[in-house]
């Protein structure tokens, strides 16, 4: 269970979309739209789960035609996202979005390439309770939402944070530079996981 639990931390502690907007979030509209947008990317997450969990995600991905399709819309939202990031001049950028909420953050993590994999990661490996295939799920979903939420916390926090930094201009350009890499990383990783599996 060690083993899982830590996965799950290092998989989800890594920035994705998810994270980045919700410290976007966080550091342009603060806690009270922070964690409508957080509950939002929670109930997102949580379907992506089942999806996995039930096989109704390996079904659809298992059309070229969808797959290509949902990886095309997928890949092509999250390169926009790290433009803007990347472009965003001298401002620590995270993903700034408009009216964020419940259903931008559930819609985000519909297409987010980055928890499918994690959850595929998580649900077909690490071998909890090998006697009950309903257990071991059960255990695996408690415990990856406490760390997930935990986590999602922590980067929410660091949005609302960094605007009481005062942070020089280099180093806002730094990080706004290190964000966009680290979305066009997850675009690259989706798409050769699924042209290449």
Same mark, same amino acid.
């Given at each position: ?5 830590? %996965?799950?931390?290092? $998989? ?18 603060? #806690? /009270? ?8 990317? #929670? ?6 789960? +089942? ?10 991905? %298992? ?17 926009? $996202? ?29 297409? /987010? ?12 490996? +690490? ?20 760390? #997930? ?5 922590? #980067? ?9 930094? /005062? ?8 990080? /706004? ?17 699924? $042209?290449?599996?």
């Amino acid at each position: 269970m060690f083993a899982f639990a830590f %996965a799950v931390f290092l $998989l989800l502690i890594t920035p994705g979309p998810g994270v980045l907007s919700l410290a976007g979030v966080g550091t342009v509209y603060g #806690w /009270n739209k922070g964690i409508q947008y957080l509950a939002g990317l #929670w109930i997102g997450n949580n379907l992506v789960s +089942f999806a996995v969990i039930s096989g109704l995600a390996a079904l659809l991905l %298992a059309d070229p035609v969808v797959r290509n399709v949902l990886l095309f819309i997928s890949a092509t939202y999250l390169l926009f $996202l790290a433009c803007k990031v990347a472009f965003a001049g001298s401002k620590v950028a995270f993903i700034h979005m408009t009216a964020p909420g419940v259903v931008s953050g559930i819609t985000l993590q519909l297409i /987010n390439p980055k928890a499918y994999a994690v959850h595929t990661t998580l649900f077909s490996g +690490f071998v909890i309770y090998p006697k009950s295939f309903a257990i071991e799920t059960g255990i695996k979903v408690v415990l990856s939402n406490l760390i #997930w939420i935990l986590i999602h916390f922590f #980067w929410l926090y660091a949005g609302v944070k960094v605007n009481e930094l /005062n942070l020089q201009i280099q180093t806002q350009k730094l990080i /706004n530079s290190v964000m966009a890499v680290c979305l066009v990383i997850v675009v690259i990783l989706s798409i050769w996981s699924l $042209l290449f599996y």
